[in-house]
């Protein structure tokens, strides 16, 4: 069963079309790597499914039940959009973790402030908060962080960083974890520690997708390919398939650009 | 002939308006200035046209016309009885410093990233919880600085209120001119210094409590 439907998304930013008839489906517990060049529209996608940017064309569809449907104002009220964001996780290029809030509290803030809108929070606030940090300790040890939990976001090197943020987007327990290019701010020696936390996820079968740059990533932790370019989906498929065996020639040129100047030559 | 205590005596009593004058001014500046820079930022031109004007009025004209058109302008114009003039004073400077501290506010709220913003989004947060519980703070941290600057000012322009001959330090120190006394006039300089170092100090040791995150 799809988890997620994506049909007919479409945006411009003024006269620029950015994202064009984007349609596709994601099974539960699959990781869908999206690959392509800048400006190809890729981060625009993962935003639109944030809510981060309306799209003005087509519907996202969780579980069956229509989040967003362009042509229907009721699905873009800002208050229900709040609660339709948590279907999604968001790991961030650049982190964006919190400066004034320890690791720890940088994962706990957003499900303590949620917690307050239970009926029975004031009753039991002090059990609900001990279990929202216990779970916090617990996804940052899962992350390789436990001894780091006190420390400041500007106290870790960029690979905790982003390891921090990968534990705050898994602490809403998303219905489907997005990664905006994950390490492109990374040094590449600090690549390695968050691909293999992502790695990780995806053996769990956490449902994921992953805007990237690692081909050889995509190709071995993703089960589907998507390759953008202008805006549209030029191929998609098994991730094998369609990074080692092109069919289109746009991808095949996209892939071989990416061969000559990759270093590593796996 | 008065004494050296006597002055000092006069003076500590001038500096209470003083005081009351910088407190006051700050107590209600400061919210009234995040008032007028969310009406700078707002995304209803007009709102934000209007803000913009009475801010370039307020911040490109003389704060001691001001305070005189505060006080006699509503008596001149209109034949009303004028407010009192410690009153008068305290509303113009409020007004003054509102438009000054909301620029500094704009700043530090552009300044920081929108993606902190976002992040609080994608996290289900409300735009109050992304406000009070994320940008808040970091603006805060940005604004120490150019805030302190104004404070600092602040101590200073309260001696403008002299033109309404509103009693402070400087209107003791010329009172005692008249009296024959010339050194208590730059005597006063020593009650601003105290004032402003202070102030200097409480300013450096804010900005080092917010020191521990970047």
Redesign the interface.
Known sequence: MSILQVQHIEKHFGDTRVLEDISFELEQGQALAIIGSSGSGKTTLLRCLNFLETPDRGRILVRDKVLFDAGDPATQRESEIRKKRLHFGMVFQSFNLFPQYTALKNVTLAKELLAQERPDFKQNKKAILEGIEAEGRALLSKMGLAERAGHYPHQLSGGQQQRVAIARALALSPDILCFDEPTSALDPELTGEVLKVIRGLAEQKTTMIIVTHEMAFARDVADQVIFMDGGIIVEQGDARQVIEHPREERTRQFLSRYEESSVSGQ | MYSFWDVNVAMLEGSVTTLQMFVLTLLFALPLGLIISFGSMSRFSPLRWLTKTFVWIIRGSPLMLQILIVFYGPGLLFGWKALPRFTAALVTFVINYACYFSEIYRGGIQGV?K??Q?????????KS?IFF??TL??VV?RIVPPMGNEFITLVKDTSLVRVISVYEIIWVGESFIKKGMIWPLFYCMVFYLLFSGALTLALGWFERKLS???
């Open positions: 990233p993606g902190q976002e992040a609080g989004q994608v996290l289900g947060m409300t919880q519980k994320v703070l970091q941290k521990y995150f970047k």
